[in-house]
């Protein structure tokens, strides 16, 4: 009973380097987000996908590109990693998204700093 | 548009006191309403939900009720234990959108 699966848990990068965050789910859940968690800040939604091949920008998009060819997969990219990307990354997915009465299931989040 | 106004933390208390956290929201139709805790290191888990005005969600001896007069979500519990200590999350999911909108999160700690 796997859920939502975030690779790696955790990351260090150099500024300038590229890296893709994977996320998988089991549930068949057609809605998957992408969050950004800063020290003692709340979620902040990055990008967001409400079926195979259809994504959305959330509130900070900036600096990453998102895709979704199935509905299990999710993979967040950061193409040149800056220092203000250091945060911790959540990925969700829904079965019914915002206009439904379900909520999200989390992954266990993705540590990632750039120095 | 949607948004979730949330208690400011961090709060401390001590084992068996009683727990408030305030949630708040605006909201365009009728939205679901959601408290996640999360755990030191961990992701955010439901805590409990409330899918329409006047229900009540409970879990492991958390409550909150839907209160459409007031527009608010607060998360309560009559005797806090130390394995409570977390941060807090209310939430609500947009009944006009797709995206779900997060208060900021209360930190608690619970002292012996």
């Known amino acids: 009973n796997a859920g939502v699966t975030q690779t790696p848990k955790f990351r260090i990068l150099k500024i300038g380097q590229s890296m893709t965050l994977q996320c998988t789910q089991d549930?068949?859940?057609?809605?998957m987000y992408w969050y950004r968690q800063d020290p003692g800040m709340g979620l902040k939604l990055i990008y967001y996908?409400?079926?195979?091949?259809?994504?959305d920008k959330g509130e900070v998009p900036n600096g990453y590109n998102v895709s979704r060819s199935t509905t299990e997969d999710f993979p967040l990219r950061l193409e040149l990693a800056a220092p203000s990307q250091t945060s911790v990354y959540f990925c969700?997915?829904?079965?019914?998204?915002?206009?439904?009465?379900?909520?999200?299931?989390f992954g266990d989040g993705t540590r990632l700093s750039i120095l | 548009g949607d948004s979730v106004t949330q208690m400011e933390g961090p709060v401390t208390l001590s084992e068996e006191a009683f727990l408030t956290i305030n949630c708040t929201y605006t909201?365009?139709?009728?939205?679901?309403l959601f408290w996640y805790v999360q755990y030191p290191g961990e992701g955010l888990q439901l805590l409990l939900k409330?899918?329409?005005?006047?229900d009540k969600g409970s879990n492991k001896g958390f409550e909150a009720t839907y209160r459409k007069e007031t527009t608010s979500f607060h998360l309560e519990k009559g005797s806090v234990q130390v394995s409570d200590s977390a941060v807090y999350f209310c939430?609500?999911?947009?009944?006009?959108?797709?995206?779900?909108?997060f208060g900021t999160g209360t930190s608690l700690t619970v002292i012996p």
């Open positions: 909201a365009t139709g009728y939205p679901s």
């Open positions: 996908s409400v079926g195979a091949g259809i994504t």
């Open positions: 549930m068949n859940h057609n809605y």
């Open positions: 939430a609500l999911s947009s009944a006009t959108g797709n995206q779900f909108y």
């Open positions: 409330a899918t329409k005005a006047d």
């Open positions: 969700a997915s829904s079965p019914t998204g915002g206009r439904g009465n379900q909520p999200q299931h």
